[in-house]
């Protein structure tokens, strides 16, 4: 009885990688341009962006929240540090103005990202708002300072320092994948090695016996949703210099690729069941679909059926599992 | 609307029911029968069967054997709607009204009167409710919303909905456990005019005395089987705790003498906790203390805020809770279960499943969850450190389980109760809290419990044993606090107590006899 269930459980584990090979399988088939390096390394490169964001969400998403917010705090972190990076600060009280070096300016945006994080984790610890209205609120907040900094005009012509993050490649790979690759390793570590990591799955997996066995739960909180704070802020300055721009309605719609992503890669919407590797999984799929519909020239409306369908695919087996165990 | 009756007839009866639960025997070969226009009133200890019984006579749960039979005919109820269908309404302790629904449309609630172009004829049902309520003399707008109603009012809109459906027999479970002593006369009123129409109602309750002044008879549930049904005229407050406890201590329990002059480790001076809902007092100026090497136990039916005194001690409920902790003779002020554990107190929470494990994670992972700090070395946690951390406790504690890393959702309650214990035993404390530790657990591993808390005892942990059970308390502890309505009644050593004596101050209203009595 116990090992049938285990290797059911193994099985269910590595259903998302199953999936992956399936379609990249499918998609190899169908078209002689999909299994070649230049579109691996594509693939790899668009989906930088969405794994710096979805490490984020799938730690909230394991203590059993949500962020909508990513995408509007990717956007502000970016502008600010392309604003930044443009343009000195006035400051006529002491008369000067203040010019921030590139990398005074990443972490000048890295900073904005978790703060607005630490401010979502405050409103939902401190002021018990439910998570999805707090970063919903969040989204319009986020985008309307990005609208303000940025004057509705993108900020663009960064600079070849700032260009390293998003366009360059190093030892062979392009170093937004480096860094998605990463934060990837130290979060797998953080969450399956540490006590914050342990907590959080504690949090998301029963709260009130976390907090009864005297886990810090609000602090717990707080910490997660400054951490995906911060790796959106990351997420922008990658897709900042890529572009070398900062477009003020940049990410818009991004927390749902994420969303999709870690629920793709198996992490439970209820909290304390999934894994970052399986969200990059679940990041690979998206990817691998974005792709595949690409070089099929199936029309982008199309694309978003699919997309979609797969989406609710994924959750229906999450359902299934659920109610099996 | 209501039908002529004949007296003594019956109306609604069980006969051998039989329902269980896993690991527990609800109901054992229950014969119970209602007669028409009676008051009958149902009482028995926690887990003694009452609600079982309610549930199952109103549909709510379905027997595993038995019949039931309605007017003499043989009934299945697959659900409450079948049987308010046939007569038969349960009023809920925890009202079941829709709070932003007006009181008409509550009332009319799934079988809604409608035109014959499906429009909902509102004026027509207000007219029709307020006939309703005017013959139970409630002066209710039938087009207020049911929240802006006070508890006692919104009972009455529950009983006027159950006569709307031609209701002939009415269950009340608790009906007094939330309203005012004003409201609980009224209540008593209706109650009589409704007998007086020929309606039987069923009054579940463990309040004696409120069962005592408006039963006709009553039936005394204990371990899911009917002891008697008495007349009330007839029947004494002694005769029915009597009924209610009579039962033998097995040779269950294990006990080794206090061991004296210990000092005192935990004292609870003048706790008082306001409940969030009610807005009175859960618990209400309790004051204790406890010595190393003691055990103490702590009595009370449902809702005494036993568990509400724990929460409180434990830091759970810190802005609402006043009153003075001394742990060790160190005053201390805890605001949290963390600072709780920090100082050396330790929860067995009462809900094993809800507050004491963390279902989705193995057993190792549920033992470490408090200790953290213990299996972590440079920043991360060890694996194997954390593997025999667990195994220490599977091997002291004879936690079956075929490895450390089986969900913990797999195993019996019993060892799930064990993991539980191990958690908190793990960051040695030396004032342990146990509430309820054997509910829903074999008698195997009720023995296990036992022994571990009379070792624990004999090391030196000052121990607190909240319990619905008479004869565990009595079995296990050195002395017990009996509480009642968030306040403490009275406090026995055990060599003098009784499970009469203890009932006696458990139970509402009987504060002036506990008085004469010691």
């Given amino acids: ?325 | 609307m209501i039908r002529p009756s004949t007296a003594n007839q019956v109306v609604l009866a069980a006969e051998g029911i039989v329902k269980r639960y896993p690991g527990v025997l609800a109901l054992n070969q229950v014969d119970f029968a209602i007669r028409s226009g009676e008051v009958h009133g149902l009482i028995g200890e926690n887990g003694a069967g009452k609600s079982t019984l309610m549930h199952i006579l109103a549909g709510v749960a379905q027997p595993d054997e038995g019949i039931i039979r309605l007017d003499d005919e043989p009934v299945r109820f697959a659900n409450p709607r079948e049987a308010m269908d046939r007569g038969i309404s349960l009023v809920h302790q925890e009202l079941n009204l829709v709070p932003w629904l007006s009181v008409a449309e509550n009332i009319f609630l799934g079988r809604e009167l409608v035109s014959g172009l499906g429009l909902i004829r509102s004026s027509e049902q207000n007219r029709q409710c307020r006939t309703l309520l005017a013959d139970l003399d409630a002066t209710i707008d039938p087009r207020s919303e049911v929240h802006r109603l006070r508890v006692g009012q919104q009972q009455v809109v529950e009983i006027a909905k159950a006569l709307s459906s031609r209701a002939r027999v009415i269950f009340m479970d608790e009906p007094t456990s939330a309203i005012s002593d004003q409201e609980v006369e009224s209540l008593f009123r209706l109650i009589r005019s409704l007998r007086a129409a020929g309606i039987s109602i069923v009054y579940v309750s463990h309040k004696l005395d409120e069962l005592l002044r408006v039963s006709d008879r009553i039936t005394v549930l204990r371990d899911g089987r009917l002891v008697e049904t008495l007349e009330a005229a007839t029947a004494d407050r002694e005769t029915i705790v009597r009924l209610m406890v009579g039962r033998k201590l097995e040779d269950l329990y294990v006990h080794s003498p206090a061991i004296p002059a210990r000092s005192e480790r935990l004292r609870v001076n003048r706790l008082t906790m306001i409940s969030r809902k009610a807005r009175r007092p859960a618990v209400d100026g309790v004051s204790f203390s406890v010595r190393g090497g003691e055990v103490f136990g702590i009595f009370g039916l449902m809702g005494a805020g036993r568990t509400e005194l724990l929460e409180s001690i434990f830091g759970l409920h810190p802005t609402r809770t006043t009153g003075t902790v001394t742990i060790d003779g160190q005053p201390s002020d805890i605001c949290s279960p963390e600072q709780a554990l920090n100082s050396g107190l330790g929860l067995v929470p009462e809900d094993r499943k809800h507050q004491g494990l963390i279902l989705g994670m193995s057993v190792e992972q549920n033992i470490s969850l408090s200790s953290l700090a213990e299996i972590e070395s440079v920043g991360l946690l060890n694996a194997r450190r954390e593997r025999e951390h667990a195994q220490r406790y599977v091997e002291q504690f004879s936690i079956k389980t075929p490895t450390v890393k089986q969900p913990v959702r797999t195993l019996s309650g019993g060892n799930q109760q064990k993991v539980v214990l191990s958690k908190v035993l793990s960051r040695q404390p030396g004032v342990l809290m146990l509430d309820e530790p054997t509910r829903g657990i074999d008698v195997g591993a009720k023995r296990e419990v036992y022994s571990l808390v009379d070792r624990l005892k004999r090391e030196g942990m000052a121990i607190v044993v909240v319990s619905s059970e008479l004869p565990e308390l009595l079995g296990i502890a050195d002395r017990v606090m009996v509480m009642c309505e968030g306040r403490k009644t009275a406090e026995f050593d055990c060599s003098v107590a009784n499970e009469e004596v203890l009932m006696q101050a458990a139970v509402p209203g009987a504060d002036a006899e506990v008085e004469r009595g010691k």
Avoid at chain 1, 56 to 73: A, K, N, P, Q, R
Wanted: aromatic residues 6%.
């Fill in chain 1, 1 to 325: 009885m116990s090992d049938k269930l285990t290797i059911w459980q193994h099985a269910s584990r590595l259903q998302p990688l199953l999936v992956l090979i399936l379609m990249i399988v499918a998609m190899s088939l169908l078209s002689d341009r999909f299994l070649t390096a230049a579109n691996g390394w594509n693939i790899m490169r668009q989906i930088s962006v969405n794994v710096c964001l979805s490490i984020g969400m799938t730690m909230v998403i394991l203590s059993g929240g949500i962020d909508l917010s990513v995408g509007s705090v990717l956007a502000l972190a970016g502008a600010i540090t392309a604003g930044l990076i443009k343009s000195a600060v006035p400051m006529p009280w002491l008369g000067v103005e203040l010019q921030f070096t590139t990398w005074g300016a990443i972490v000048c945006g890295l900073i904005v990202g978790w703060f607005l994080g630490w401010f979502n984790g405050q409103m939902i610890t401190r002021l018990k708002i439910p998570p999805f209205v707090a970063t919903l609120g969040m989204l319009s907040i986020a985008r309307g300072l990005t609208m303000l900094w940025t004057k509705g005009f993108p900020i663009t012509g960064l600079g070849e320092g700032f260009a390293i993050l998003g366009t360059r490649t190093a030892l062979g790979a392009p170093t937004p994948v480096w860094i998605a690759a990463g934060l990837v390793g130290l979060f797998v570590v953080i969450t399956k090695k540490t006590r914050l990591g342990r907590s959080i799955y504690a949090v998301g997996g029963n709260e009130q016996t976390a907090r009864l066995s005297g886990l810090n739960v609000n602090r717990i909180k707080v910490i997660v949703y400054s951490l995906a704070g911060v790796l959106s802020a990351v997420a922008g300055l990658i897709m900042t210099s890529r572009l070398d721009s900062a477009q003020p309605n940049a990410g818009m719609g991004y927390e749902l690729d994420s969303i999709a992503a870690v629920v793709i890669g198996g992490t439970s919407l209820s909290g304390g069941r999934g894994s970052v590797l399986g969200t990059v999984i679940g990041c690979l799929i998206i990817g691998v679909l974005n792709s595949g519909l690409v070089l099929l020239d199936v029309s982008p409306f199309w694309q978003q059926v699919v997309k979609g369908s797969v989406i609710l695919v994924a959750v229906a087996i999450d359902r299934m599992r659920e109610s099996g165990e």
